[in-house]
T-cell receptor
């Protein structure tokens, strides 16, 4: 199994509160991703990173920001949580290497509830 | 606009029989496809992949078929086992984009 941990694993918060989710990897992979999983929508990409301090938006980035100051850590921040951000959040890592595509490996997920 | 579609939300199959999960895509630039399996309360785990230069890839009980002209791929599981009961996601990517688009998933139930 790829060395990916997410913290916290569960969180309940109130609307308007800032929330930060952490993804930590021990694989030294260059690419890191944040997804959310919702019924009827599958997995949707929020933001991704292709190196330290290099990030880009995914398909559902509104209301989220990310930071990556070290190779091993990728943080997802909800500046002011809303009920629509109640979801399960997954971090993933990938190492493209010499190819332009590669397999993604996922963390265990964080279940976030915004009341 | 859903670029990757899994039109069957659920599928039930008898143990020992074949499970066929389908996935359609609309973007002709996709050239790499993956299947993931997901159990409840766990992250998705990689199952099998295929690049657009192939039309078939096998790994044990799992085979993925790619029909580029139809923009369709399928995952065959033979024989199906109760432990295969999970949600299966297909995903697609275009070389150089480093991003994956996922389908909505199909819940497979293998009946003992």
């Amino acid at each position: 199994d790829a060395g990916i941990t997410q913290s916290p694993r569960h969180k309940v918060t109130e609307t308007g509160t800032p929330v930060t989710l952490r993804c930590h990897q021990t694989e030294n992979h260059r690419y890191m991703y944040w997804y959310r999983q919702d019924p009827g929508h599958g997995l949707r990409l929020i933001h991704y990173s292709y190196g330290v301090k290099d990030t880009d938006k995914g398909e559902v980035s509104d209301g989220y920001s990310v930071s990556r100051s070290k190779t091993e850590d990728f943080l997802l921040t909800l500046e002011s949580a809303t009920s629509s951000q109640t979801s399960v959040y997954f971090c993933a890592i990938s190492e493209m290497g010499s190819r332009t595509w590669d397999t993604q490996y996922f963390g265990p997920g964080t279940r976030l509830t915004v009341l | 606009d859903q670029q990757v579609k899994q039109n069957s939300p659920s599928l039930s199959v008898q143990e020992g029989r074949i499970s066929i999960l389908n996935c359609d895509y609309t973007n002709s630039m996709f050239d790499y496809f993956l299947w993931y399996k997901k159990y409840p309360a766990e992250g998705p785990t990689f199952l099998i992949s295929i690049s657009s230069i192939k039309d078939k890839n096998e790994d044990g009980r799992f085979t993925v078929f790619l029909n580029k002209s139809a923009k369709h791929l399928s995952l065959h599981i033979v024989p199906s086992q109760p432990g295969d009961s999970a949600v299966y996601f297909c995903a697609a990517s275009t070389s150089g984009t480093y991003k994956y688009i996922f389908g909505t998933g199909t819940r497979l139930k293998v009946l003992a």
